[in-house]
């Protein structure tokens, strides 16, 4: 069950044990050790869950309106949550290590393994796009998206850039596009298309949506679409083409709650590290169009039993990002305020005027198919969506911690394949896109990785006789870190019983920010189950420990990490 996947692999020192410690701790004057008890949370001695099972058959759910304007994402839930005061809830989709199985909300790619250039240059796409003759099928009453069907009977949905910002949102999507789907969200095919007129061709059943319903798509109305576009040498439109995501939409997924005709959908989405990580991902790209019609659930169909199926959950839409809408709308504060923000209303009013806005000194780059997307005045804690949004409102630094740790992975040549999809004729856009996507990400890991103990990659070493518990240090390892501040490590470990051992580790770190604990000592109690308190200590600074869970496994009899816990203090 992914609503207890953390509870489901680990449990407490059994009550009456631990007061029995404590009094013999009390009775004998060691009221400190006590005190170094490492918490009553304790793992399975079994591998980390790394696969939701959330694809149960169900009946198709009812399909649920998309709203464009939500007040309570506007108006009530920002209230509500202050009012409110709620308590911190960590993140409940999590595994043993504190990472995101794969479902239907979310799939490990570049956080588990390994992406080459090409993979994230092609992304999802199995395909090159729509192959034409395009038969038109519907034009959207906003005259924005033209529906068609190529000739292998794929469904696209057709976009133009706005004629007077060519390039700008049909480029923003596929960058962002690519990019979320290698950070492991479930996004559409999109693509950029070279189409000239003649391969969009009117059928009898072509249709145009009007405030009065249905009527049929004409010569005219194709005109019109195509209006003022710019053309190849060849008479070719640029045009964003979206494939149709398989399945039956059956509405946007909330942002909090689930949803209670999915007997699959367990964890309330504001508890979703997945969900509540996005924050991460979407302020570095400037994704900030939180609209329910950028969420999408569809149900798949069963190939084997009819009229069964399960829900797979997409973004979609990614036009306004990386600065787009900021420029398309003249919204200069985007990125830095909720379109209804509480706390920037009161600053300025206090500030009767004079306070400088967190935007006034962001500048627009002036580059074509680029938005009003910079770097230097960029940072992680001034960043604001346009719309209030649930899993943000509850995400903590481990939420943060999770979805930069899989940032940073990214490096400077798959951002640079993800960029180049997007097919800019200028190569200054698509080299200040690069350059400005790095830099964010620089901040995004240096702000994000000082606020937590930014160990990861924890692992068991066997070297002869000696075992050492080996770590990254993801400040040192990116180079973000001030190499004239010194750090050390320091651990201690405890038994199953929360017994200290006679063992202590000190390492410094290597070239690369790894370390090793060496000559390491074991318990001796339920598979020499053991646990390593590892502090990390930064010139004056000291972080909060990483409690790193050990015991052998049944199988080789060699020690492993079963467990992580992170803490807040």
Not at 126 to 141: H, N, Q, T, W, Y
Not at 322 to 328: D, K, N, V, Y
Not at 349 to 371: F, H, S
Request: include cysteine; charged fraction near 30%.
């Amino acid at each position: 069950m992914e609503g207890s996947l953390r509870t489901s692999t680990c449990r407490p020192v059994p009550a009456r044990g631990r007061v029995v410690e404590c009094l013999l701790a009390l009775v004998v004057g060691l009221v400190t050790a006590c005190a170094d008890l490492p918490g009553r949370l304790r793992f399975h001695n079994q591998p980390a869950h790394w696969r939701v099972q959330d694809r149960v058959p169900i009946a198709r759910p009812r399909a649920l309106p998309v709203e464009r304007f939500d007040p309570d994402m506007w108006f009530y839930r920002p209230v509500d949550y202050v009012l409110d005061v709620p308590d911190p809830h960590p993140a409940e989709n999590v595994n043993a290590l504190g990472e995101v199985p794969d479902s239907t909300w979310f799939t490990n790619r570049i956080g588990v393994r390994d992406l080459t250039p090409a993979e994230i240059g092609r992304g999802p796409n199995r395909d090159f796009g729509p192959a034409p003759p395009l038969r038109i099928r519907k034009l959207a009453e906003d005259r924005q998206g033209l529906r068609v069907k190529d000739a292998h009977g794929s469904t696209f949905l057709l976009e133009l850039d706005p004629p007077r910002l060519p390039e700008m949102t049909s480029g923003a999507d596929i960058v962002v596009q690519r990019l979320l789907w290698a950070v492991g969200y479930h996004v559409p095919e999109d693509s950029i298309a070279y189409l000239r007129r003649d391969e969009l061709v009117i059928d009898a059943d072509s249709m145009r949506e009007t405030d009065d319903g249905e009527v049929p798509f004409t010569e005219a109305d194709l005109d019109g679409w195509l209006a003022g576009q710019p053309r190849t040498p060849e008479g070719r439109v640029r045009a964003l083409a979206s494939k149709f995501v398989p399945g039956e939409p059956v509405g946007p997924y909330s942002p909090d709650g689930r949803r209670r005709d999915d007997p699959n959908d367990r964890v309330r989405h504001e508890h979703r590290r997945d969900l509540r990580g996005q924050f991460v991902f979407f302020a570095w790209l400037a994704n900030t169009d939180l609209n329910p019609s950028n969420r999408l659930d569809m149900w798949v169909e069963d190939p084997h039993r009819p009229g069964q199926g399960h829900v797979v959950h997409w973004l979609i839409d990614f036009d306004r990002a990386l600065g787009a809408i900021s420029t398309t709308n003249d919204v200069p504060w985007d990125g830095y305020s909720y379109t209804i923000d509480y706390g920037l209303v009161l600053a300025s009013t206090l500030g009767l005027g004079l306070w400088e806005r967190p935007w006034e000194r962001a500048k627009d780059p002036g580059l074509p198919g680029v938005g009003r997307f910079e770097s230097e005045h960029f940072s992680l804690a001034r960043f604001r969506p346009r719309h209030w949004h649930g899993p943000f409102l509850y995400r903590d630094d481990f939420d943060d911690f999770w979805a930069t740790k899989i940032l940073m992975r990214l490096r400077p040549e798959h951002i640079r394949a993800a960029v180049g999809a997007a097919r800019y004729t200028d190569p200054r856009a698509s080299a200040y896109l690069v350059r400005t996507l790095l830099a964010r990400q620089r901040t995004i890991g240096r702000q994000v990785f000082t606020k937590v103990n930014p160990l990861d990659g924890l692992r068991v070493v066997t070297r002869g006789a000696d075992t050492a518990l080996c770590a990254d240090d993801l400040l040192l390892h990116h180079g973000l870190g001030d190499a004239a501040i010194e750090t050390r490590y320091e651990a201690r470990a405890y038994d199953w019983h929360g017994r200290l051992l006679p063992w202590r580790g000190r390492a410094g770190p290597g070239r690369d920010g790894s370390f090793c604990l060496d000559r390491l000592r074991s318990g001796r109690a339920r598979h020499d189950y053991t646990i390593v308190e590892i502090r990390t200590r930064r010139g004056p600074r000291k972080y909060a420990p990483v409690l790193v869970h050990l015991a052998r496994d049944p199988g080789s009899g060699r020690l492993r990490v079963i467990g992580i816990d992170r803490r807040r203090r």
